[in-house]
């Protein structure tokens, strides 16, 4: 017997995070409250496409790394919340063409698909999204006063990856170059933030991982400038 299509009518992004949130005893309406304190308004939006298709919001990767280190996600738990926002773009995109239910299905298909690559490519180190620390754990140094540091320093981060891969894939020399110089620029913000840590923050493993992981991408992308 099929999944009754009522079930279905939902956000892909929403349910998979509420199917996360449930395994450690929480619901999507605790993202508003302490530790994590997402905005109120982005929750209850979150909560109301569980069950309401005229708004499918997503997260940006400052809140969702904001869930990943309070909450202690896995980096498989973290690979599967970027599944979902991949899937809801394909579900946004198609719920104008069809119907809820097989715009819901489609979208779950592209999910698990999503998930499986994302996976394939972590475990090759080559993951298109922010590279996800071993042990997906951030060190309590990193919380408090320096949490806003941290955060803009991934977003830089993230923004350099993203730029970097359309750089690569662009089939246009002058687009190809102005992407990777954008990218650069990124990856040194990033590396200039992380700096700007307090010297005790430094001295952490998860600081260590970061700092070498921009570096290096701040490398490979001048190699491919050169």
């Not at 996976?119 to 320096?146: A, D, S, V, W």
Request: proline letters at 4%; aromatic letters at 6%; one cysteine or more.
């Amino acid at each position: 017997m099929g999944t009754p299509h009522s079930l279905l009518s939902k956000s892909i992004f929403a349910a998979e995070l509420a199917r996360l949130l449930e395994d450690r005893g929480r619901a999507l309406g605790d993202l508003a409250r302490a530790p994590i304190n997402l905005d109120r308004k982005k929750v209850v939006a979150l909560e109301a496409s569980l069950h309401d298709l005229r708004r499918l919001p997503a997260l940006n990767h400052a809140e969702i790394m904001s869930i990943v280190f309070l909450l202690k996600l896995s980096p498989e738990e973290q690979l599967a919340i970027y599944a979902a926002l991949i899937a809801l773009g394909v579900q946004r995109l198609i719920l104008t063409y069809l119907s809820p239910e097989r715009t819901y299905q489609i979208a779950d298909e592209i999910r698990q698909a999503a998930f499986s690559w994302l996976k394939r490519q972590h475990e090759l180190g080559k993951n298109p999204f922010r590279r996800i620390p071993p042990g997906g754990e951030t060190p309590q140094e990193m919380m408090g006063e320096g949490e806003e540091q941290f955060l803009a320093a991934l977003a830089s981060f993230d923004e350099g990856t993203a730029l970097a891969a359309l750089g690569q894939a662009s089939i246009d020399g002058e687009s190809e170059v102005t992407l990777l110089q954008q990218a650069q620029l990124c990856y040194e913000q990033a590396l200039a933030r992380l700096g700007q840590m307090p010297k005790h923050v430094q001295a952490t493993e998860e600081w260590r991982y970061w700092d070498e992981k921009a570096q290096e991408s701040l490398r490979s992308t001048q190699e491919e400038l050169d």
